[in-house]
């Protein structure tokens, strides 16, 4: 059996990260979607909201399974038995990041390979900063993400809105 890791922030999950999910899962055996826990940027989620929003929203796909980790994605990879890592690119931006990041894991994990998946057209231009941004402003963010993430971002940005428009995670 191969699984493959698809590593990430998810702050939140959208249609692009869903997309990249889905078209994995049909091309390995088990996908693990790791969810990191302490990137170096500010976040909208913490860590279990990142990890349900992601359950959610991949709950139909059985070979699919979504974990929190921390430290090294190599370490993980091996910690969880996968060979493969995943990882979903929108432009040239995205592949000269992925490639270094990808450079860099293969000198820490010669055993493990990268795998880029292209992503579908239609989320081309959609990244977790974008809909924040576009949910911040309150702009409509129906066709970016599924409901229950429409529903726990305007929760969020309204919570925000209240706190006088200072958060921690924002």
Same mark, same amino acid.
């Given at each position: 059996? /191969? ?25 390995? #055996?088990?996908? /693990?979607?790791?969810?990191? #826990? ?36 190599? #370490?993980?990879?091996? !910690?969880?038995?996968? %060979? ?7 432009? /040239? ?12 894991? %293969?000198?820490?994990?010669? #055993? ?23 949910? /911040? ?17 305007? !929760? ?15």
């Amino acid at each position: 059996m /191969i699984k493959a890791l698809y590593p990430g922030t998810f702050d939140p999950v959208h249609y692009g990260h869903i997309d990249i999910a889905q078209r994995a899962a049909q091309l390995w #055996d088990a996908v /693990i979607v790791a969810v990191y #826990d302490r990137p170096s940027k500010k976040l909208m989620f913490n860590i279990d909201e990142r990890v349900a929003l992601f359950r959610e929203a991949v709950a139909d796909l059985p070979n699919v399974q979504v974990l929190p980790y921390s430290g090294l994605t190599v #370490d993980f990879a091996r !910690q969880v038995g996968t %060979k493969v890592m995943v990882r979903g690119l929108r432009a /040239i931006s995205d592949f000269e990041y992925e490639f270094q990041i990808a450079l860099t894991n %293969k000198e820490l994990a010669p #055993d493990i390979e990268f795998c880029a998946l292209m992503t579908s057209l239609d989320h081309a231009f959609l990244s977790s900063s974008i809909l924040k941004e576009v949910a /911040i402003l309150h702009g409509n963010i129906s066709t970016m993400c599924p409901p229950h993430v429409q529903r726990a971002l305007q !929760q969020r940005v309204q919570d925000w809105h209240e706190a006088g428009g200072k958060f921690d995670r924002i």
